[in-house]
């Protein structure tokens, strides 16, 4: 339709060459054609003063050879800017210029002898100027002109001429001033135009009534120029509704003169002003919050789905090939074969039923409250859980001591999320968000609250979790009856209906049994969460382990998984208390294994003919402890011998004893024990003596009076041990089942061993000395009551307060003699090193 459209009304019109010829003689045709129509794209501003002066000066009294302008709009597409593809598109040429005047010039029937003579493209204001003669007297020469314009107008009313790139019609007008033929590069047709007055200001009534025949003006405003002085000259924006409109008046009315007072018109740039941009930028308290609503919930539509779905995979491993029984296969029938598979090394719990039946059989039930797994450091908790878990497909396993000893809090936030299975992860969210914080901050004077700290990402990675765990019952209830389905065909339906109609009564019983075995249990498939070495430096990162705690308290709460805990820490109970108050905690408690464990440990690692009568007295001496266990079989597989592997064990542990039980460190200001190293010599002493010491009686002794707080720091260093009964501290023992090895070594240091006693006599001393000075001060005063004649009540008092000091006193000559002889120790000791 457009192409028949384009071709009816763009096509050459022979009838006006046929006018041309029968009006025309044949040198008037040639002159036309010499002065063909030539588009002209680059013209020369003094092209408009080269035509006018080619007007005759001699004028006829009846008619003369006139000649004027009029501007054809629509004619090409506008040009608004340098990316504006239009111009190419549309291109036109010389001999399409000389159609379209054809078509858009009624020549034959135009009076006043009007002829074409000159086209002057003006392609970025998408029209075209026509220069044309006709004949007039100097009267009439105006009304002529527009009376020619008129009848083209009616032309093209009457013809509907179409432009073809925006089906609008083709406008004509009277050029009436001297347009400015530019071709600057950056200077683009507008809207709006700037009419410059050069002269006396004109109003906006008589701007308007120029002005308006060229298309709809949205306003019309004037503004004094201050770089004009005193009596500065106007100027008027004026702003159009359409572009082509401004283009129309520009061409037409340059250099026009009104009254005296030439027209100046020249393209206004438009600012254009976004009301919506400037009030988002002007309210940064709503606007910020508002993107970082929308920016979270862009990542929840695309990253959060997609994190799900990794750490499903990591709990119902998705992805580990051991899972398929294909892969099993495989590896067992081609590279088994070939290469032997490594034995794993024995876990010393994996024997102990009854810890492993108890564990399992809270897995089997519904989750209600923490399973917590305690024990000292080495005693194999860790194995244990896992040798539960072994046949458990949903798990998640988190180390703590991996996220405790990451160099900094993003590197934690990294090492939890590939625990759990959590990506992608942008750690540098928060680092950006900080950034855009202190930005806004110091801009606005206002906190957005967009700063995103480590441990919100790590509260987002565990609700992540805690979102797929809520998922996996029911994923794994729809692949159990996927694969229920799948089994269940319809010959072993019939199979097992032949078997129950006509079976005997012990064959219906078992396949009943064996459907009821199919039935889903969801309790069966409940994930467990299995939390490693939790608190393992309480110290360090104590909102981890609060995170940890609460987290884990939601997930029991509300049915989603298992909580497996396991720590060394005597405190972790205090800590998991708070997140989950109100409930009883299923515990395992692991102390050391037996001797027949760990010589079952030892024969598993070294051979049944390792094991000889030796090696009885040292792994009873040695302890069921797993670390030392390890370390006693890799000394052994050195070939060093048992005896010497022993006492390397026991000589390092001393070292460590000194070191953190008694302050031996490099600087003291910066290791502050919370015992005293006398306290901590008592329960040496008493533990070279006995295999547990009694706790309340060592809480009452003299040496702690009735603070425990040095025994549960001591506890906390692992140094000792304290085993409860119902519920309360009832006994001590030490850190590890070698100490008692490592304390009687360090009684047999004799110099070691006296300067301590040195110190714990004096110690002593000082105390029976502030004693005895506060009873002589309490003699003293009450010997002077009644001039030294005290009643027989306060004769009493003193006769008591004067037996303990006789006995202090005797305490104290006996702590001076204690001394003494101590230091002869040291100081004999100390000739007989330096004689050797």
């Known amino acids: 339709m457009l192409s028949r459209l384009h071709a009816q009304q763009w096509a050459p019109s022979p009838t006006l060459y046929g006018a041309l010829r029968y009006r025309s003689s044949c040198m008037q045709l040639r002159t036309f054609r010499s002065s063909r129509l030539v588009r002209s794209d680059r013209p020369s501003p003094d092209v408009f003063s080269q035509e006018m002066a080619k007007v005759p000066k001699t004028i006829d009294t009846m008619a003369s050879e006139q000649t004027a302008f009029l501007y054809l709009d629509n004619i090409f597409p506008l040009r608004m800017n340098s990316l504006d593809i239009r111009q190419f598109i549309f291109q036109h040429t010389d001999r399409s210029l000389e159609s379209i005047a054809n078509r858009c010039l009624p020549v034959e029937t135009l009076p006043y002898n009007f002829k074409p003579l000159n086209i002057i493209a003006r392609n970025k204001d998408g029209g075209a100027i026509v220069k044309f003669g006709y004949q007039s007297s100097d009267e009439e020469k105006v009304n002529a002109a527009k009376e020619i314009v008129t009848k083209v107008n009616m032309f093209l009313e009457g013809k509907r001429t179409l432009a073809p790139f925006n089906l609008c019609p083709v406008r004509s007008f009277l050029v009436k001033g ?3 033929l530019e071709d600057m590069v950056r200077r683009y047709p507008t809207a709006r135009l700037r009419i410059e007055f050069q002269g006396e200001a004109i109003s906006v009534e008589k701007l308007y009534n120029h002005l308006r025949q060229y298309g709809k003006i949205y306003d019309i405003a004037l503004y004094p120029n201050p770089a004009a002085g005193k009596d500065p000259a106007r100027y008027a924006i004026v702003e159009f509704t359409r572009v082509r409109s401004s283009t129309s008046a520009r061409n037409c009315l340059h250099g026009h003169i009104i009254h005296d007072t030439r027209l100046n018109i020249l393209y206004e740039r438009q600012i254009h002003t976004n009301a919506v941009k400037d009030w988002l930028m002007n309210h940064p308290r709503i606007t910020i919050p508002v993107l970082a609503a929308l920016a979270a919930g862009i990542t929840y539509a695309i990253f959060d789905p997609l994190r799900e779905f990794f750490v499903t995979s990591k709990i119902i491993q998705r992805f580990s090939l051991d899972e398929y029984s294909i892969y099993r296969w495989l590896r067992k029938e081609t ?25 399992k059989s809270w897995f089997r039930e519904k989750p209600e409250t923490f399973v917590i797994v305690s024990g000292p450091s080495g005693s194999g908790k860790s194995e244990l859980v896992r040798t539960a878990l072994e046949d458990r497909k949903n798990k998640v396993m988190i180390d703590c001591e991996q996220l405790v000893n990451a160099r900094n809090k993003s590197e934690t936030t990294k090492l939890l999320a590939k625990q759990v299975g959590y990506f992608p992860v942008f750690t540098w969210v928060a680092s950006l968000s900080n950034l855009v914080e202190t930005i806004i901050t110091a801009t606005t004077g206002q906190q957005t609250g967009l700063s995103t700290t480590p441990e919100t990402l790590n509260k987002n990675i565990l609700e992540v979790v805690g979102i797929s765990l809520a998922d996996i019952a029911p994923l794994e209830k729809a692949e159990h009856e996927r694969k229920r389905h799948a ?21 219906r019983e078992h396949l009943e049994k064996e459907e009821a075995e199919d039935d889903y249990d969801s309790r069966a498939h409940i994930p467990v969460v299995f939390i490693d070495n939790f608190m393992k430096d309480a110290s360090k990162n104590t909102t981890l382990w609060e995170d940890l705690a609460d987290w884990a308290a939601l997930l029991v709460k509300n049915g989603l998984a298992h909580v497996v805990f396991v720590s060394s820490n005597v405190s972790t109970g205090k800590v998991l208390a708070k997140a989950l108050p109100g409930k009883s905690f299923s515990m395992v408690n692991l102390l050391d294994a037996p001797t027949e464990v760990s010589l079952q440990f030892l024969s598993h690692h070294l051979g049944e003919e390792q094991i000889t009568d030796e090696l009885y007295g040292i792994v009873d001496a040695l302890g069921g402890r797993l670390n030392e266990l390890e370390l006693f079989v890799q000394k052994l597989k050195m070939n060093i011998p048992p005896k010497t592997a022993f006492e390397d064990i026991v000589q390092r542990n001393v070292i460590e004893i000194r070191k953190y039980g008694f302050g031996e460190m490099v600087d003291d200001e910066e290791y502050d024990l919370d015992w005293s190293v006398i306290q901590f010599w008592q329960i040496v002493k008493k533990l070279t003596e006995t295999k547990s010491i009694n706790y309340d009686e060592l809480k009452w002794g003299e040496y702690f009076d009735g603070k425990d707080k040095p025994i549960r720091a001591m506890e906390h260093a692992e140094l000792i041990t304290i085993l409860h009964y119902d519920g309360r501290p009832n006994s001590i023992r030490p850190g ?60 009493q008092r003193i006769r008591y307060l004067l037996a303990k000091v006789k006995t202090l006193q005797t305490n104290v000559e006996t702590y001076e003699k204690n001394i003494k002889d101590n230091m002869a120790i040291v100081s004999s000791t100390w000739t007989e090193q330096k004689s050797e």
């Open 178 to 180: 001297h347009p400015f």
């Open 487 to 507: 089994k269940d065909t319809i010959r072993k339906r019939f199979h097992r209906w032949v078997e129950l109609t006509f079976g005997t009564p012990e064959e």
């Open 736 to 795: 590890k089942p070698v100490y008692y090895s490592v304390f009687q070594q360090l009684l047999n240091d004799t110099v070691f061993a006296a300067s301590m006693e040195i110190e714990t006599y004096t110690y002593l001393k000082k105390v029976a000395d502030d004693k005895l000075a506060k009873l002589q001060d309490q003699i003293v005063e009450l010997s002077q009551i009644y001039n030294g004649r005290p009643p027989r009540e306060i004769d």
């Open 335 to 359: 590279w088994a074969r070939l290469v032997p598979e490594v034995e794993a090394s024995q876990n010393m719990w994996s024997e102990d039923q009854v810890h492993l039946q108890k564990l």
